[in-house]
């Protein structure tokens, strides 16, 4: 933490917190409801892939890292209402480290986990045949492995200049957590974090991505025998995948937009406007919206995540009223056993792709 005592000043004290502001309030309500929403429902991906082993495909181990870094990028969301409250950041060196980790570990291993799930879709529209040996889920694992371990070897360059700063005003002080990176050449030091994690952490990605749909349409229509129901089971599984993607382009665009404008805007010294602060904001939300989205796509356009899902609930009321019965039956009674709830599964078409 960096401390400074003006000359003036025997003893410093933390800042007044201000009374809470319109949009305080609506941000604070906004991000409960995401970090709520979004815990519970990647929470239930979680549970879905893990317990029916239908849901164990290529593509859903993929779905899973996402609903993996999406559970670890709300983690940092509690935080972030605090400091809405406080007005100032008040746990600490380890703890600010930790939640720069949650938030930026998902934006790498988010953007190439999609970039990773185009490759596959491309490889199993356009080379069924040959790709039938590629797409596993060991090699499935393997490049999730090699995503996270690049993911948090590209962190580095910005964990290490993660820390609480104290900004000292009239014998009182105010903590924030943030990075302060040195000048890099002539370009100072947020602008050049900025750089780097837009760069790596959306554009190279997108740009892949795109690139991987170019080839991909323009391999399907010169595409002409294929056997209708693997075109249908393909064709869904694209979709999703499709849907999951542009969502994610729409809720970081704003995101990282706003960030290198205020970025270059501190550079140059130049002072925001009320309305590019308030658009900030917003961006803000939609970005961390994106991972309460997530979830939802999955259920409304996918049967197999919306049968699992259904199937989930139907297992837990099962259990919670066996439950109830059991504290007000006699002991004596047999109950029914719990795990006899049947199954729902897609058809296997999809569910091998």
């Given at each position: 933490?960096?401390n400074?005592?003006?000359?003036?000043?025997?003893?410093?004290?933390?800042?007044?917190?201000?009374d809470?502001?319109?949009?305080?309030?609506?941000?604070?309500?906004?991000?409960?409801?995401?970090?709520?929403?979004?815990?519970?429902g990647?929470?239930?991906?979680?549970?879905?892939?893990?317990?029916?082993?239908?849901?164990?495909?290529?593509?859903?181990?993929?779905?899973?890292?996402?609903?993996?870094?999406?559970?670890?990028?709300?983690?940092?969301?509690?935080?972030?209402?605090?400091?809405?409250?406080?007005?100032?950041?008040?746990?600490?060196?380890?703890?600010?480290?930790?939640?720069?980790?949650?938030?930026c570990?998902?934006?790498?291993?988010?953007?190439?986990?999609?970039?990773?799930?185009?490759?596959?879709?491309?490889?199993?529209?356009?080379?069924?045949?040959?790709?039938?040996?590629?797409?596993?889920?060991?090699?499935?694992?393997?490049?999730?492995?090699?995503?996270?371990?690049?993911?948090?070897?590209?962190?580095?360059?910005?964990?290490i200049y993660?820390?609480?700063?104290?900004?000292?005003?009239?014998?009182?002080?105010?903590?924030?957590?943030?990075?302060?990176?040195?000048?890099?050449?002539?370009?100072?030091?947020v602008?050049?974090?900025?750089?780097?994690?837009v760069?790596?952490?959306?554009?190279?990605?997108?740009?892949?991505?795109?690139?991987l749909?170019?080839l991909?349409?323009?391999?399907?229509?010169?595409?002409?025998?294929?056997?209708?129901?693997?075109?249908?089971?393909?064709?869904?599984?694209?979709?999703?995948?499709?849907?999951?993607?542009?969502?994610?382009?729409?809720?970081?665009?704003?995101?990282?937009?706003?960030?290198?404008y205020?970025?270059?805007?501190?550079?140059?010294?130049?002072?925001?406007?009320?309305?590019?602060?308030?658009?900030?904001?917003?961006?803000?939300?939609?970005?961390?919206?994106?991972?309460?989205?997530n979830?939802?796509?999955?259920g409304?356009?996918?049967?197999?995540f919306?049968?699992?899902?259904?199937?989930?609930?139907?297992?837990?009321?099962?259990?919670?009223?066996?439950?109830?019965?059991?504290?007000?039956?006699?002991?004596t009674?047999?109950?029914?056993?719990?795990?006899?709830?049947?199954?729902?599964?897609?058809?296997?078409?999809?569910?091998?792709l």
């Open positions: 933490m960096t400074s005592t003006p000359m003036n000043c025997t003893e410093l004290r933390p800042s007044a917190k201000s809470l502001t319109g949009d305080d309030v609506l941000n604070i309500v906004f991000y409960t409801l995401i970090f709520s929403v979004g815990s519970v990647n929470a239930l991906v979680l549970y879905v892939i893990l317990r029916y082993s239908k849901m164990k495909t290529v593509t859903n181990i993929y779905i899973f890292n996402l609903s993996v870094a999406d559970l670890i990028f709300l983690c940092g969301m509690p935080f972030i209402i605090c400091m809405f409250v406080k007005n100032q950041w008040i746990f600490g060196d380890i703890v600010c480290y930790l939640y720069y980790f949650s938030q570990v998902n934006q790498f291993t988010g953007a190439f986990t999609l970039l990773v799930m185009a490759g596959d879709r491309f490889l199993a529209v356009c080379y069924p045949i040959k790709s039938m040996g590629w797409r596993t889920l060991s090699r499935a694992y393997l490049a999730l492995t090699i995503i996270w371990i690049g993911s948090i070897g590209a962190l580095a360059p910005i964990i993660v820390k609480v700063n104290r900004k000292v005003s009239n014998c009182t002080y105010k903590t924030s957590c943030g990075v302060d990176a040195p000048i890099f050449g002539s370009i100072p030091g602008t050049a974090y900025m750089l780097y994690s760069v790596l952490g959306y554009i190279i990605p997108v740009i892949g991505i795109i690139c749909y170019c991909l349409v323009g391999k399907l229509r010169r595409a002409t025998q294929r056997s209708e129901r693997k075109k249908k089971s393909h064709k869904k599984v694209t979709k999703l995948v499709t849907i999951i993607i542009a969502v994610f382009i729409i809720c970081w665009l704003p995101y990282w937009s706003f960030q290198l205020f970025s270059f805007a501190h550079a140059l010294k130049q002072k925001p406007t009320r309305s590019a602060i308030v658009a900030f904001k917003v961006s803000n939300v939609l970005a961390y919206a994106n991972s309460m989205i979830p939802v796509l999955y409304f356009t996918n049967d197999q919306k049968e699992s899902f259904i199937s989930a609930f139907h297992c837990v009321s099962d259990r919670m009223f066996s439950a109830r019965r059991q504290s007000n039956a006699d002991p009674m047999e109950f029914r056993r719990l795990d006899k709830a049947p199954i729902v599964a897609s058809p296997t078409t999809e569910a091998d």
